[in-house]
């Protein structure tokens, strides 16, 4: 379970370099048309992102530095390109999470909650902020595991502000 939470992580990592996935990567040639971007991380894996014609979504493909395939990402949009789903699987193309995604008012992306395809529990969840100008912040990520909660990141003085910045109303007090 650790492993395959490590992985969808990774993907997760991954995914937030979805809105800048619709340019055009020079990795991609002619042939691959519904290949959007290819991105190279550090470690020697890569990430392949494909839009296929019709489909409302785009899919994330993750491979190890060896080439053997980590995980897929299948990403689905909303009409007017917010992302508001995604079921990650393993590297048996196994759905091992759900991934749910929820905006504010203004159609800021404020929280992604993760669940496991398994037992249908929440296993983290990424929470975002923004200051006064707009300017997102380092996400707060509470990762839910065995039963007990870790929060990243770990320091009281970001924990003590994110909890200050909730909006205050019904249930938030």
Known sequence: MKKQLLIAMVALAAASAVPSAYAQSPDVSHEDRDVVRVMRHP??????????????????????????????NDYTESKYGQLIGCTIYDNNRKPIY???????????????????????????????????????????????????????????????????NLPRGRGNR
């Open 43 to 72: 470690d020697g894996s890569r990430s392949v992102y494909k839009r296929q014609a019709g489909w409302k979504g785009m899919r994330c493909a993750t491979y190890l530095p060896n080439g053997k395939l980590a995980a897929i």
């Open 98 to 164: 759900k991934v749910a995604y929820g905006y504010d008012r203004q159609g800021r992306l404020v929280e992604e909650r993760m669940f496991s395809v398994h037992d249908q529990k929440l296993v983290q969840r990424v929470i975002y902020r923004y200051n006064a100008d707009g300017e997102r912040a380092k996400p707060l990520i509470v990762s839910l595991n065995d039963g007990s909660a870790n929060i990243t990141p770990t320091m009281n003085a970001d924990v003590e502000d994110a909890h200050r």
